[in-house]
């Protein structure tokens, strides 16, 4: 087994992430005897808790969860395109010269579970995406770049959903609608639903009209919290009703690759968390 300097997730609350079972079980497979922790920082020590990680504790990467991911990326010193089209990052990488880089691996998660994992080929998809924080503008861009034909975006408040669209800047594809509209938007192949309703434990009150009959409905949130979306999808007669499980899964394979480059399996993962979360 080799030994490897130190990885962590920084959030608050951070007790709930999953991310240490998925890297532990990640390195498992290679023979690494991972180093990886959980940092609770709330946002005032943010900043200095990433400093004291890759400056005096050796810290080589690090995810970054809620609250901080746009905090992250404004302390790197350097972004990837995917960070930069989002404006915020779940993973740090500390280079050999100590510079931090920002990505963002959450659209392409999404993407790569969609794609691979449940074998959706998202071209001429006509999809509607729920929400306009964080992890929809993330979902929005790899959506884009995927292939979907058009991509309407609605959140309840409407300019967060103007500033999604407009980061794209692809009018004739991309455009919002206003949450009272929902009920007169027609229909879609493909519903995400980005908003932290479900996990806030609210619930969205949305028209089955939404739902094509080819619909592919997927909460970013899993177990309890993408309970009521979920249900609402199969009410609704879609196809197929997808959690974020895989997303979760598919997102931090990309941060392990980029830490020890080795890309992992993913599907025991996936099923173990599956069976985890039960
Ligand atoms: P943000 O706080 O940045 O954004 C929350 C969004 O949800 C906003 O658009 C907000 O709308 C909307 N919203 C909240 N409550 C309601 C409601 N009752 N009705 C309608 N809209 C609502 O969160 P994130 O974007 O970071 O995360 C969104 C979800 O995605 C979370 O559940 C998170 O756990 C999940 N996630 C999952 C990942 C995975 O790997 N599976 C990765 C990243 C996130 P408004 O602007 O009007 O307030």
């Not at 990433?50 to 400056?55: G, N, S, T, W």
């Not at 499980?245 to 599956?274: I, N, S």
Request: proline residues 4%; glycine residues 8%.
């Amino acid at each position: 087994m080799s030994r490897h300097p130190q990885f962590a997730v920084f959030g608050h609350p951070i007790s709930h992430s999953l991310s240490p079972l998925i890297h532990q079980a990640f390195a498992q497979q290679f023979g690494i005897a991972l180093d990886y922790r959980t940092i609770d920082a709330p946002a005032d020590t943010f900043a200095e808790a990433v400093k004291r990680f890759f400056e005096q504790e050796g810290g080589r990467g690090a995810n970054v969860t809620l609250p901080h991911k746009a905090a992250a990326y404004a302390l790197a010193d350097e972004r990837t395109q995917a960070a930069t089209h989002v404006g915020t990052a779940n993973v740090l990488t500390r280079q050999a010269d100590g510079r931090l880089v920002a990505h963002n691996t959450d659209g392409a998660g999404l993407v790569r579970d969609l794609t691979d994992r449940h074998d959706l080929d998202l071209r001429g998809h006509d999809a509607l995406l729920l929400g306009a924080g964080g992890a929809a503008r993330a979902v929005a861009w790899s959506l884009f770049e995927a292939g979907v034909q058009t991509l309407t975006i609605v959140n309840r408040s409407p300019q967060a959903a103007d500033v999604v669209a407009d980061a794209i800047g692809e009018p004739a594809r991309v455009h919002t609608r206003y949450w009272e509209d929902l009920g007169n938007i027609g229909c879609f192949d493909l519903i995400v639903n980005a908003t932290s309703a479900g996990t806030l434990g609210q619930s969205l009150t949305l028209p089955f009209a939404l739902a094509g009959a080819r619909a592919v409905c997927y909460d970013l949130g899993y177990g309890k919290s993408a309970f009521s979306f979920l249900a609402w999808a199969r009410a609704a007669g879609a196809l197929h009703a997808y959690d974020g499980l895989g997303m979760l899964v598919e997102q931090a394979a990309d941060a392990f690759e980029l830490w020890h480059h080795k890309r992992p399996d993913t599907e025991p993962v996936y099923q173990q968390l599956k069976a985890h979360i039960a």
